[in-house]
Nanobody, 128 residues
Framework: QVQLVESGGGLVQAGGSLRLSCAASGRTFSSYAMGWFRQPPGKDREFVAAILWSSGNTYYANSVKGRFTISRDNAKNTVYLQMNSLKPEDTAVYYC?????????????????????WGQGTQVTVSS
């Protein structure tokens, strides 16, 4: 049973930083793709960033490129999202997701339906 547990959310002022963690368990994740998505208040869930666990290849939404960094720690089976220069529009519930067979990485990595497992989410609030 795959389990994804996010942590690290909270309240931060605009311009500040937070690091989210996603602890993965239940499988060997070396062949997986991992993603971060977010759902702002009153809006649909949207893609933020993704990483191929095996190679470390990454991909970002334009809205966070240059400010957010996704990474993984093989020893800890954990994926991170380092968020810098936060803006009020980054306020959202942030979700971690895992794709078990990441075929089509180049075309599907930002597609929610491509991911098989989801965490429960962690709230990030950025005040102005």
């Amino acid at each position: 049973q795959v389990q994804l547990v996010e942590s690290g959310g909270g309240l931060v002022q605009a311009g500040g930083s937070l690091r989210l963690s996603c602890a993965a368990s239940g499988r060997t994740f070396s062949s997986y793709a991992m993603g971060w998505f977010r759902q702002p208040p009153g809006k649909d869930r949207e893609f933020v960033a993704a990483i191929l666990w095996s190679s470390g290849n990454t991909y970002y939404a334009n809205s966070v490129k240059g400010r957010f960094t996704i990474s993984r720690d093989n020893a800890k089976n954990t994926v991170y999202l380092q968020m810098n220069s936060l803006k009020p529009e980054d306020t959202a519930v942030y979700y971690c997701a895992a794709a078990e067979r990441p075929v089509g990485w180049g075309t599907s990595r930002s597609n929610q339906g491509w991911y098989d497992y989801w965490g429960q989410g962690t709230q990030v609030t950025v005040s102005s």
